[in-house]
């Protein structure tokens, strides 16, 4: 069109023209611009409505990249009943670090004091030997970390003395003439610091080792029945303390035993069985001191119960 425009053309229509062309041409330049993008390969990429999105999205604008897929969120962290959670409950709160114990069981002596000498008996040392008894004990402490704990454990044993020794020494001191039988028992109880390891064998089981050591005292009781009459004129025998002795000393023991955590995997609470061994070092009877006792106590207490 302005290659046919000849000299005869008004002037302002070959500047109207002129303006046209080159509006023209920027726009046609401009929309191939638009339409490719060269990038490192030589080829193009075209635009879509979603990277006008993304580019107008504010992590576009606070300098994040506009094809970035969003953070996933974070994972809770695992709980007990999740298999990474360890199979022995963390420690969340101090609560949780309380250790306790509560068990029952049997005694059974062993060593020295389970025999007498009956040749010093008649000279009139009270050595008498040990049956078997029952054992109570119960303890607090704290976990240091979830395999170890220390407690202070209180014990109390209570062992029989044989029917032999008892009647050996009522004979040597003619308790028998008058028509009475001795009777009598040993107590022993013990105040200890117990450190304590547990070993994981499953789920909800377990094995733990444990050992200390402490104060213990022991208590020898000779007794006589004593006549008591009720209200009604019923008649029974007491037994009445007739004489006794006593000795504190040191002591230690050692034990294993095996546990199941019967509220759950999760749980602090456990059932327990244990075996221990307990030397007691308390002293023998000499001529000066007939009343000290058998010497060296051996124990073997098993004991059932839970811990916590």
């Not at 377990?206 to 020898?220: C, D, E, L, P, S």
Request: net charge negative; with cysteine.
């Amino acid at each position: 069109m302005v290659a046919n425009c000849d000299r005869s053309c008004p002037l302002a229509r070959r500047i109207l023209i002129a303006a046209s062309a080159l509006a023209i041409g920027f726009s046609l330049n401009a929309a191939a611009q638009t339409a490719t993008t060269p990038d490192n390969s030589s080829s193009s990429e075209s635009f879509s409505s979603s990277n006008i999105e993304a580019l107008l999205s504010p992590n576009a604008f606070l300098g994040g990249s506009p094809s970035a897929e969003p953070a996933p969120k974070a994972l809770a962290s695992p709980q007990y009943g999740n298999q990474r959670a360890p199979q022995y409950p963390g420690y969340e709160s101090r609560s949780s670090h309380i250790a306790f114990e509560g068990g029952v069981g049997f005694a059974i002596p062993v060593g020295p004091d389970t025999n007498y000498n009956s040749a010093e008996l008649a000279e009139g040392y009270l050595s008498p030997s040990e049956g078997a008894g029952f054992s109570i004990n119960v303890g607090a402490g704290w976990y240091f970390t979830k395999h170890f704990a220390t407690l202070i454990e209180y014990t109390f044993d209570k062992q029989g003395i044989p029917g032999g020794y008892l009647t050996a020494l009522s004979a040597a001191s003619g308790v028998t003439a008058s028509g009475s039988a001795l009777g009598g028992n040993i107590n022993t109880w013990d105040l200890d610091l117990e450190p304590i390891y547990y070993l994981t064998t499953g789920h909800r089981t377990g094995a733990y080792v444990t050992g200390g050591g402490g104060f213990y005292r022991k208590v020898t009781n000779f007794t006589e029945p004593v006549e008591e009459c009720s209200y009604y004129g019923y008649c029974y025998g007491v037994p009445e303390t007739v004489e006794h002795f006593s000795s504190n000393q040191g002591g230690a023991n050692l034990g294993i035993g095996y546990y199941w955590k019967v509220f759950g995997p999760d749980s602090n609470g456990k059932f327990f069985g244990e075996v221990r061994y307990v030397w007691v070092n308390s002293p023998k009877a000499t001529a000066s001191n007939n009343y000290n006792g058998s010497g060296t106590e051996e124990l073997i207490p098993v004991t059932f119960g839970i811990r916590w």
